[in-house]
């Protein structure tokens, strides 16, 4: 099994950043593809991007392609979603997933989940 936690949600404010972490537990040599997703109030699931754990390589959404930025920590086996200039349609709660297929690029890929943590963007 495989246990996803994120952590660094929280309150800021329009134009401002906010770095999220994710750390991966369990069965962690399973994993190829670590990403994250967001889900703002009636909405549906939205994938934000993801990378590939084995090649490094990146993926992003055209909404926030050039603003996020998804890294890793390969020893702690922890990805990283930096967020800059936070809009008004970043708020959502989000969440960390992780897949084996590799398919980093795709949100079919991803089958293990994270509780989520909020992101609240103030004017």
């Known amino acids: 099994q495989v246990q996803l936690v994120e952590s660094g949600g929280g309150l800021v404010q329009v134009g401002a950043s906010l770095s999220l972490s994710c750390v991966a537990s369990?069965?962690?040599?399973?994993?190829?593809?670590m990403g994250w997703f967001r889900q703002a109030p009636g909405k549906g699931r939205e994938f934000v991007g993801g990378?590939?754990?084995?090649?490094?390589?990146?993926y992003y959404a055209a909404s926030v392609q050039g603003r996020f930025t998804i890294s890793r920590t390969n020893a702690k086996h922890m990805v990283t979603l930096q967020m800059n200039s936070l809009k008004p349609c970043d708020p959502a709660v989000y969440y960390c997933a992780a897949g084996s297929s590799g398919s980093y690029f795709s949100s079919s890929a991803y089958g293990w989940w994270g509780p989520g943590t909020q992101v609240t963007v103030s004017s």
């Open positions: 990378l590939s754990w084995s090649g490094g390589r990146t």
């Open positions: 369990g069965r962690t040599f399973s994993i190829d593809s």
